[in-house]
């Protein structure tokens, strides 16, 4: 508001549930570059790779770049006993990539993922914004165990689902992180209002060669440019002529200036082992009584690539401090 002094308080609380993960490192360093967002806690749960991995990489980043924000251990498996099925072949073993990590001294907070996304949710009082860029059991055990939660939570954002997929044992019609967990997705699109980055805006935010080099090109900061590197060459492994950020699209749609835009659905998720649909995220035009899918559809993308750019910034001043410090 004009003429109004903006204090620390009026920021947007937030927490990331998440399982890094290359574009989700990527997707942290943005959230923390955001001057809107007062980032609380970090809840790392299997994904992409195992959660030994997912919660050593968010332990490292808190490190690194000095996160003001809290990191908790999510869980290790899928509801229901399901087999995990990872994408460590896309994000490396250890799911940065070919990058190093080294030993990490920070801790994790000494309660779960569920319960300190509850418990920031509480201490919001009602303004939390909730980012789940990875599969969403995490969030769908802290429903089960704190039923008011969608109540407390003022607006979810996922990056998940789509009206196509990017899963080839699901013949391409399930998305990854809906495919990880499809019991956990069904449950969290039962009881939220969700604003989804599915796959549709998610291929709206595709990098080039000459996108990806620009970032590379900013980069001091040798683990940010190893993976803007590794989102580079992974189409040359892959034979695609594009990356996407995507996680960082799920990030965006908690902003408060409309970067991505929606249209109003709802969905069903199918959650059965047995069916050929396993992990499809069924989008229909919205119907009252339903909860809503914001369905994004479009991206400011030159925004995006000014956020990343800043994101950048922030991370060679934090490593460039931290150097100064050793
Ligand atoms: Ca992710």
Redesign the pocket.
């Known amino acids: 508001m004009e003429g109004v002094m903006v204090s620390a308080d009026s920021r947007i609380p937030i927490v990331i549930d998440?399982?890094?993960?290359v574009?989700?490192c990527i997707?942290i360093l943005l959230a923390n570059s955001i001057e809107e967002f007062d980032l609380r806690a970090i809840t790392a749960v299997s994904?992409?790779v195992d959660v030994r991995w997912t919660l050593r990489n968010a332990l490292f980043l808190k490190e690194r770049y000095g996160l003001d924000c809290v990191v908790a251990k999510g869980a290790e498996k899928p509801l229901g006993g399901r087999a995990s099925h990872d994408a460590g072949a896309v994000h490396g073993k250890e799911g940065v990539g070919a990058y190093r990590v080294p030993e990490v001294s920070c801790k994790p907070d000494s309660d779960r993922a569920w319960d300190v996304i509850y418990r920031e949710a509480v201490r919001a009082g009602g303004r939390l914004r909730l980012i789940a860029?990875?599969p969403l059991t995490d969030i769908a055990i802290a429903l089960e165990k704190h039923p008011d939660l969608p109540q407390l939570v003022d607006r979810l954002c996922i990056?998940g689902g789509g009206r196509f997929g990017n899963v080839p044992e699901s013949g391409n019609i399930a998305e990854?992180?809906i495919y990880a967990d499809p019991q956990a997705a069904a449950r969290v699109f039962e009881a939220f209002d969700v604003h989804m980055a599915g796959l549709d805006v998610c291929f709206k935010a595709e990098f080039g060669e000459a996108e990806l080099d620009d970032l590379i090109s900013l980069c001091d900061d040798d683990f940010l440019e190893s993976l803007f590197r590794h989102m580079r060459d992974a189409w040359i492994e892959n034979g695609l002529a594009v990356n996407i950020p995507?996680?960082s699209v799920?990030i965006l749609q908690a902003c408060s200036d409309p970067i991505v835009s929606y249209r109003k659905s709802c969905a069903d998720v199918i959650a059965d082992e047995a069916s050929p649909e396993d992990g499809r995220t069924v989008l229909m035009p919205y119907r009252e009584g339903r909860n809503v899918v914001f369905e994004g559809t479009e991206i400011d993308k030159p925004r995006l690539m000014a956020m990343l750019k800043k994101a950048i910034s922030k991370a060679n001043k934090a490593v460039e401090a931290g150097r100064g410090v050793l």
């Open positions: 998440t399982d890094p993960g574009d989700d997707a994904g992409n860029i990875g990056m990854f992180n995507y996680d799920g």
